[in-house]
Structure formats: C-alpha cells, structure tokens
T-cell receptor, first 111, second 112 residues
Framework: QKEVEQDPGPLSVPEGAIVSLNCTYSNSAFQYFMWYRQYSRKGPELLMYTYSSGNKEDGRFTAQVDKSSKYISLFIRDSQPSDSATYLCAAFGGSQGNLIFGKGTKLSVKP | DGGITQSPKYLFRKEGQNVTLSCEQNLNHDAMYWYRQDPGQGLRLIYYSQIVNDFQKGDIAEGYSVSREKKESFPLTVTSAQKNPTAFYLC???????????FGDGTRLSIL
C-alpha cells in the first residue's frame, strides 16, 4: 500500500461548482499535510499547509484533515477555469521523515 | 524576488552523455531536494541535502549524482547509467524545521 493515495481523476466540473479533492494516508506518524497546485509545465505551488487535525480556510480554499480516519481533503468553492490544474496532496511526520506525495488529481473547470 | 531558479527549462541528452541540471535558491533555505515526476507516478525523491557538503539518497538515486558546495546551489547530474532519464525534474527547498517545500519550475529532460 502506498503511503499517500490520491484518485488521479480526471475530474471535470462546471464553473461555479464546489470541488472536493481527497487523499488517504497510511502512516499514523504523519502530522503535517499540504496541498499543492501544479499547472502544466510548471512546478507545484503551495496552496495550503496544515498541522494535525482540523480545518484551515484561505479564500475559496478549505483544507480539512481527519487523523482518526487518515483522510485529507481540499474544497474549492466557486470554482473558476483558472483553477484547472493538477492538485497534489502531501504529508510528512516532521523531522523524522521526508515529504510523501500523492500522485495528483487533474481538475478541469469548464466555463 | 526570492525564489528557486532551475535551468535550463528544456534539456536533451544523447546516449552515453552525462548532463547537469542547475538549481539555485535565494531564499536562504538550508534544505534542498530533487524530485523526478513522470506521468501518473507523482513525485519521487532522488536526492536531498539538509546542510552544505552533506546529502542523502532518496528513493530513486541510482543513475544520479549531486553536490552541495554552496548553500544556494544543488546541481543534479543525470549520468549515462540512468537508462530512462526522460522526465520532468523538480528542485525544492525548505528552511530548517517542519516547513513546507517550495518548488522551482522544473527542467524537462528528453533523449535525443
């Protein structure tokens, strides 16, 4: 079993829809969780960074971590065509290990 | 502006040739990383360095080499021993501690 699992999609939604992107992880030592957005032919850009369980909101983006079920989510409200990209979840346990990435979910928001 | 600069953006390698990918950061970050990204495979760690003059192998180090002579520079050499080098290579850095990694815009390496 991979340490961080992510459905690769692709996921296609109409403009204005609420998008839910999800990952599961297997290592209970993971404490730090990230979401990156990657446009085609570009490097990943950090969107959200959370520690332990809970929610974090930044504009139209909300990151949610449920450590009891080892589940991490990213919600995008009022999705825009400019949100079309690949979204990567990532996790690590702090100073004990390296960052582990999911394979990414490709999102397309249609006008 | 602070950031991570990777060069070149595109690189072509001939059979039996070694090529070097450049990664420079002006963020004053201690740790630097090299990843390989293939379609459908996600990011895989090649090498990382926590401090100058020290580096460790990642999950797929075979056929690659690195050096860390300066804090701001972490070049990656793809050697002729790497039989399938075609991929998108990403460099990242982070300050010490439990901080997220920041990425450059990558180098796409192809075989001629």
């Amino acid at each position: 079993q991979k340490e961080v699992e992510q459905d690769p999609g692709p996921l296609s939604v109409p403009e204005g829809a609420i998008v839910s992107l999800n990952c599961t992880y297997s290592n209970s030592a993971f404490q730090y969780f990230m979401w990156y957005r990657q446009y085609s032919r570009k490097g990943p850009e950090l969107l959200m960074y959370t520690y332990s369980s809970g929610n974090k909101e930044d504009g139209r983006f909300t990151a949610q971590v449920d450590k009891s079920s080892k589940y991490i989510s990213l919600f995008i409200r009022d999705s825009q065509p400019s949100d079309s990209a690949t979204y990567l979840c990532a996790a690590f346990g702090g100073s004990q290990g390296n960052l582990i990435f999911g394979k990414g979910t490709k999102l397309s928001v249609k006008p | 502006d602070g950031g991570i600069t990777q060069s070149p953006k595109y690189l072509f390698r001939k059979e039996g040739q070694n090529v070097t990918l450049s990664c420079e950061q002006n963020l004053n970050h201690d740790a630097m990383y090299w990843y390989r990204q293939d379609p459908g495979q996600g990011l895989r760690l090649i090498y990382y360095s926590q401090i100058v003059n020290d580096f460790q192998k990642g999950d797929i180090a075979e056929g690659y080499s690195v050096s860390r002579e300066k804090k701001e520079s972490f070049p990656l050499t793809v050697t002729s021993a790497q039989k399938n080098p075609t991929a998108f290579y990403l460099c990242a850095s982070t300050p010490a501690g439990n901080q997220p990694q920041h990425f450059g815009d990558g180098t796409r390496l192809s075989i001629l």
